[in-house]
């Protein structure tokens, strides 16, 4: 799964998550039954409006917008590519991932999100996943796509996030199922690329296996922290 996407489960997750309600989602949809714990996993909104590009103020995609985050030796670079791919029907924007340790490759995964411009609520597809060993794929671990093998489509971030909202990023049964959890709208985050404020502190966990990740995201930039990860370049 991408970093973003409680990568640390197998690499992703960056680039949580994960799933973190607003407008669509901030109207207070019913629970699932099937979540008690108040998870949501089902969102209404209206694919045909949902846009490859957006402006999310915690995670923007626009393409070539690059982000660059390291831990020691290892390196985690998001890029928006200038392409997209359908997914579930919905024409959604490509984020590559890449992943470094030492200066090899350790995974390069394709996420495929699209964003309502009406609430700017960030929706996730699914992504295709290589994971690599000594310079060569051994593996799709963790690869998923909406519509595909009873997988749905999560929300990744919420264009007006509340403290205290749960949902579900990511929904493919056995595959991949990681949910996040608005914790504060008000974190100030020290990486190497300088101090940022009013930060969104999200949460991520997975029934799939347990662990915890934290992520921040910075308005106006995305992701800054991801666990032990740091921006280390402003955009």
């Given at each position: 799964m991408m970093k973003l996407v409680n990568s640390k489960s197998t690499l992703s997750s960056l680039l949580v998550l994960l799933a973190l309600g607003v407008c669509s989602c901030s109207r207070m949809q019913p629970v699932s039954s099937s979540n008690p714990?108040?998870?949501?996993?089902?969102?209404?909104?209206?694919?045909?409006?949902?846009?490859?590009?957006?402006?999310?103020?915690?995670?923007?995609?626009?393409?070539?917008?690059?982000?660059?985050?390291?831990?020691?030796?290892?390196?985690?670079?998001?890029?928006?590519?200038?392409?997209?791919?359908?997914?579930?029907?919905?024409?959604?924007?490509?984020?590559?991932?890449?992943?470094?340790?030492?200066?090899?490759?350790?995974?390069?995964?394709?996420?495929?999100?699209?964003t309502d411009p009406a609430t700017r609520d960030?929706?996730?597809?699914?992504?295709?996943?290589?994971?690599?060993?000594?310079g060569r794929i051994v593996s799709h671990n963790s690869a998923w796509l909406a519509e595909q093998g009873g997988a749905r489509f999560g929300l990744f971030l919420p264009g007006t996030p509340r403290v205290g909202d749960k949902f579900y990023q990511e929904i493919a049964p056995q595959v991949a199922m990681d949910r996040a959890e608005i914790v504060s709208l008000d974190e100030t985050v020290t990486t190497p690329a300088g101090t940022f404020h009013h930060c969104l502190h999200v949460r991520e966990t997975t029934p799939l296996e347990p662990g915890v990740s934290h992520k921040y995201f910075a308005p106006g930039i995305g992701l800054i922290k991801d666990d032990e990860f740091e921006l280390v370049q402003k955009p």
């Open positions: 714990a108040g998870w949501r996993d089902r969102f209404e909104v209206n694919k045909t409006a949902l846009a490859p590009t957006g402006n999310n103020a915690w995670f923007p995609l626009q393409p070539g917008r690059v982000l660059k985050l390291a831990h020691e030796g290892e390196r985690l670079t998001l890029t928006v590519l200038p392409e997209t791919r359908i997914v579930d029907g919905v024409v959604t924007a490509v984020l590559e991932e890449r992943e470094e340790k030492n200066g090899q490759l350790v995974e390069v995964s394709r996420n495929y999100f699209a960030v929706y996730y597809f699914g992504e295709d996943v290589d994971n690599y060993k000594e």
